[in-house]
């Protein structure tokens, strides 16, 4: 299976900092990466897909980079509803795998 | 709106089983593939599995840890993907979510919405 590895594992950051957040998978996936968040409770939330398209309705403040083993998910303004949780999914090969995930705090 | 409704979660014991259902609305389910995913208390997300829609025979992709275990089954006339949950472990408690697998602008399938999950609780 591949295994993705996000850092950090968690982070405290300030509204308007820019935040970024790494991914990198165990073996090249070109650019098969999907970008989540999640909040408390709630269910996960499509941000990025193709490691660098946004999905619709998502803010431009949010942008994805990288390609082969290592990714990036970049905030470049961290907004209050920006605190959660971001994982990581590679869809290049079965079994689909997530990394461990970032928790984005309050500073 | 694009709905993803889980239900059937519950306390079960060891050993024993149960259903789980995700009722879709406000899209065309029929030509959508779906996944599986959950997660532990505290922990992060596992994808379980998949099942392709009826124009791919409805094949399947299942995790390791759930092969043999779980079966994913799906009925298109009423809008609604099953999980059968088999010889259920103290380390299956999770929320489970269904989510919806979209064709992406690439020609990929891609998770794209995910429904609020259901509570499996196995304990003694």
């Known amino acids: 299976d591949i295994q993705m590895t996000q850092s950090p594992s968690s982070l405290s950051a300030s509204v308007g900092d820019r935040v970024t957040i790494t991914c990198r998978a165990s073996?090249?996936?070109?650019?098969?990466l999907v970008w989540f968040q999640q909040k408390p409770g709630k269910a996960p939330k499509s941000l990025i897909y193709?490691?660098?398209t946004l999905q619709s309705g998502v803010p431009s403040r949010f942008s994805g980079s990288g390609s082969g083993t290592d990714f990036t998910l970049t905030i470049s303004s961290l907004q209050p509803e920006d605190f959660a949780t971001y994982y990581c999914q590679q869809y290049n090969t079965y079994p689909l795998t997530f990394g461990g995930g970032t928790k984005v705090e309050i500073k | 709106e694009v709905q993803l409704v889980e239900s059937g979660g519950g306390l079960v014991q060891p050993g024993g089983s149960l259903r789980l259902s995700c009722a879709a609305s406000g899209f065309t389910f029929s030509d959508h593939y779906m996944d599986w995913v959950r997660q532990a208390p505290g922990k992060g997300l596992e994808w379980l599995g998949r099942i392709r829609k009826k124009a791919n025979s409805y094949t399947t992709e299942y995790a390791a840890s759930v092969k043999g275990r779980f079966t994913f089954s799906r009925d298109d006339s009423k809008n609604s993907l099953y999980l059968q949950m088999n010889s259920l472990k103290t380390e299956d408690t999770a929320v489970y979510y269904c989510?919806?697998?979209?064709?992406?602008?690439?020609?990929?399938?891609?998770?794209?919405?995910w429904g609020q999950g259901t509570l499996v609780t196995v304990s003694s």
């Open positions: 989510g919806r697998v979209s064709v992406s602008d690439y020609g990929d399938y891609v998770g794209d919405f």
């Open positions: 073996q090249v996936i070109s650019n098969y």
């Open positions: 193709g490691a660098s």
